[in-house]
């Protein structure tokens, strides 16, 4: 059987790559929109929500909060409380809902006379980062699987507790799951170094 072929000209057959490259282009940039979204609760899926907040605010922007909450319609949501500059006492609230930044409010701090309103935020760095937050919620998820037997565990909540005198090093983790089709929520803290504190259900 023979095979059909187009009876095109030299320019179609030029138009016709150009159109299809430009479709591939969309296609694949339609894929990356929102990515961070859609990543998984890993230690490489943080790291890159982690990239994408440096992205926005800056790698040296100083956080009060950060959290992140998955929510199955819409994947990941990004909540921080941040700003680029500590010494105005004035920080912004952010949101980020498939791809897009929104910011919902701006907050003024109050800090003890003789201190610096840094000493109350954390950054993310080698101390603190995304992806260690990641790592424990996998290494939450495992535990919830071999303890309770709760099969295919889902990420409902994940969030960097900085502690409100300033103490890094009582920063805690905490990752919250649930069973794939809802129901009980187990929380899992952590210390600075990634050690179990409790796990309450």
């Avoid at 909060?65 to 004035?90: A, C, E, M, W």
């Avoid at 805690?172 to 803290?189: A, S």
Wanted: with cysteine; charged share 20%.
């Amino acid at each position: 059987m023979e095979s059909i072929k187009p009876n095109l000209k030299p320019h179609q057959m030029k138009t016709l790559s150009f159109k299809m490259l430009f479709v591939m282009v969309c296609t694949t940039l339609m894929a990356c929109g929102g990515s961070t979204g859609k990543q998984p609760a890993t230690a490489d899926g943080f790291a890159d929500i982690e990239s994408d907040i440096k992205s926005e605010f800056g790698s040296d922007a100083y956080f009060t909060d950060l959290t992140i909450t998955y929510n199955k319609s819409i994947g990941n949501i990004i909540g921080v409380t941040v700003t680029d500059d500590p010494s105005t006492l004035k920080m912004g609230q952010w949101n980020q809902t498939q791809g897009t930044w929104n910011q919902t409010s701006e907050i003024s701090l109050e800090v003890p006379q003789g201190t610096k309103a840094e000493d109350y935020m954390f950054q993310l760095n080698e101390t603190i980062s995304l992806s260690t937050l990641g790592a424990l919620a996998e290494k939450s998820s495992e535990k919830l699987t071999a303890d309770k037997k709760v099969e295919h565990p889902t990420l409902s909540m994940a969030f960097v507790k900085f502690p409100k005198n300033g103490d890094v090093s009582k920063t805690e983790y905490t990752v919250m799951l649930q069973p794939e089709h809802g129901g009980t929520t187990f929380t899992f803290r952590y210390d600075l170094n990634g050690e179990l504190i409790k796990m309450d259900y």
